[in-house]
Nanobody, 133 residues
Framework: QVQLVESGGGLVQPGGSLRLSCAAS????????IGWFRQAPGKEREGVSC????????YYADSVKGRFTFSRDNAKNTVSLQMNSLKPEDTGVYYC??????????????????????????WGQGTLVTVSS
């Protein structure tokens, strides 16, 4: 079973940038679908970006398209989330998550499967991102 540890969170001003990393141990990430999620106080956890394990398809939530970039480094067994042009509404605890189960691109409700938290069973502890002046 893979274990995940996030890092890179912090306080940043609106318009600034942060790079989050998720280091995996116990297994290679090559065989996992991986996602970045966030949860703001009082809100439901939401998918931010994810990659399918079989064809490497990348997905982004509409709210972060053009600002966030998902990348992976197979040699280091890590994934990263580069976040630019940050807004106060990007504030929250950011988690990386993974599943080894083969996910379709979309579930029966038409949602991107790897952006739906209920399909990923391995979670890191999270890292806090605060966007504020």
């Amino acid at each position: 079973q893979v274990q995940l540890v996030e890092s890179g969170g912090g306080l940043v001003q609106p318009g600034g940038s942060l790079r989050l990393s998720c280091a995996a141990s116990g297994s290679t990430l090559d065989y996992y679908a991986i996602g970045w999620f966030r949860q703001a106080p009082g809100k439901e956890r939401e998918g931010v970006s994810c990659v399918r394990h079989d064809d490497g398809s990348l997905y982004y939530a509409d709210s972060v398209k053009g600002r966030f970039t998902f990348s992976r480094d197979n040699a280091k067994n890590t994934v990263s989330l580069q976040m630019n042009s940050l807004k106060p509404e990007d504030t929250g605890v950011y988690y990386c998550a993974a599943t080894s189960y083969p996910l379709n691109s979309y579930d029966a409700m038409g949602r991107v499967a790897c952006l739906s938290y209920e399909y990923l069973e391995v979670w890191g502890q999270g890292t806090l991102v605060t966007v504020s002046s």
